[in-house]
Nanobody, 124 residues
Framework: QVQVAESAGGLVQAWRSLRLSCTASGLIFDRYAMGWFRQPPGKEREEISCISQHDDTTTYLDSVKGRFTISRDNAKNTVYLQMDSLKPEDTAMYYC?????????????????WGQGTQLTVSS
């Protein structure tokens, strides 16, 4: 049984940093692209970042480029999202997902494995 679980988010002041982690079990981790997503209140879910399973190539949403960094540790079945210079507009529910397709081709749908999500609130 595949399980994907995000670490706790919480309440963070603006301009501070936070690292989220996501651990996946029940799958061969290094075969999966790993993505981070968020859903702000009242808005659609958006893909923040993805890291490839093949060559660690990364992609980022424009609004987080230069502030967020995704990385993975295959030995620990874990993907990280380092978030620096947090802004109130980063407030959202954050999700992690795993997919066998690469970052460029995955549709991140029902065939992906999703975590339950973790709430991050950034105060001004």
């Amino acid at each position: 049984q595949v399980q994907v679980a995000e670490s706790a988010g919480g309440l963070v002041q603006a301009w501070r940093s936070l690292r989220l982690s996501c651990t996946a079990s029940g799958l061969i981790f290094d075969r999966y692209a790993m993505g981070w997503f968020r859903q702000p209140p009242g808005k659609e879910r958006e893909e923040i970042s993805c890291i490839s399973q093949h060559d660690d190539t990364t992609t980022y949403l424009d609004s987080v480029k230069g502030r967020f960094t995704i990385s993975r540790d295959n030995a620990k079945n874990t993907v990280y999202l380092q978030m620096d210079s947090l802004k109130p507009e980063d407030t959202a529910m954050y999700y992690c997902a795993a997919d066998l397709d690469d970052c460029a081709t995955t549709g991140w749908g029902i065939d992906s494995y999703w975590g339950q999500g973790t709430q991050l609130t950034v105060s001004s």
